[in-house]
Every structure is written in C-alpha cells, then in structure tokens.
C-alpha cells in the first residue's frame, strides 16, 4: 500500500553555482563519501550531484506527514546504484527510525537528469 509520495525537480546549473560558490562547505553537508566518489568518476558531475539532490528532496516530501515537512540530515539519505545503475536509496538516522516505526517496507524511486534538470520520485510503500 502506498503511504507516501514525493516528487522534486531541481535545475543542474544551480547546483553547479553552490558548488562553485561554497565548495567543500556545500558538498560536505549535503552528500556522503559514497556519493560525493560516485559523483565524482562521473563526467558531468553536477548532473549527478543535482539527481541525487532531487531524490532526497523526494524522499524528504513523502516522508512529510499532516502537512508538516519532515527534516533530517540531508546525508541520512544515502543514492546509490545497482549493477544496472538503477538509483535506490539507504536511510539513516531518523529517516531510518521513522522508517521502522511506521511499519514501511520500502522506499521506490525514479530520477532521471538532462544537462539542464534533474527530476526524482520516491513512493513509501508499507
């Protein structure tokens, strides 16, 4: 059954200037090792940093409840892929204490990202 949902879309360019502006400051409180190196082998490395931005933005609305907006770490979220490249996502912290304690099973997402936009969904599924 589906409990949640979210949906973002964030634009590359913007994500390039942050990341030009403050640097390690910016990368440091927004993503993880994992994903910074997995960013990082990448070519275009914003495209990728702005899709995993949009993905934990998703994450972060369908974990929203009543209205209320519901914060965490930005790296209690954690993008990765699979064999395929599919992306998935790792919680930690209180998205995983939230997780547990409303009985969700998993967490679906869907992103894809263009030179100009990146764009994700996440479903809760309990």
């Not at 790296?75 to 930690?92: F, M, Q, T, W």
């Amino acid at each position: 059954m589906v409990v949640g949902s979210g949906i973002d879309i964030i634009e590359v360019e913007r994500v390039q200037a942050l990341k030009d502006k403050w640097q390690k400051r910016f990368l440091d409180k927004l993503f993880t090792e994992q994903e910074l190196k997995y960013a990082n082998t990448k070519k275009a490395a914003a495209e990728h940093l702005a899709v995993r931005i949009a993905i934990k933005e998703a994450v972060i609305k369908a974990f929203s409840e009543n209205g209320k907006k519901y914060l965490g770490n930005w790296k209690d979220i954690e993008v990765s892929n699979d064999a395929s490249g599919r992306p998935y996502v790792n919680l930690y912290g209180n998205f995983k204490e939230v997780k547990k304690r409303r009985g969700l099973d998993r967490v679906i997402i869907s992103a894809s990202h263009t030179h100009k936009y990146a764009v994700a969904s996440a479903i809760l599924i309990k």
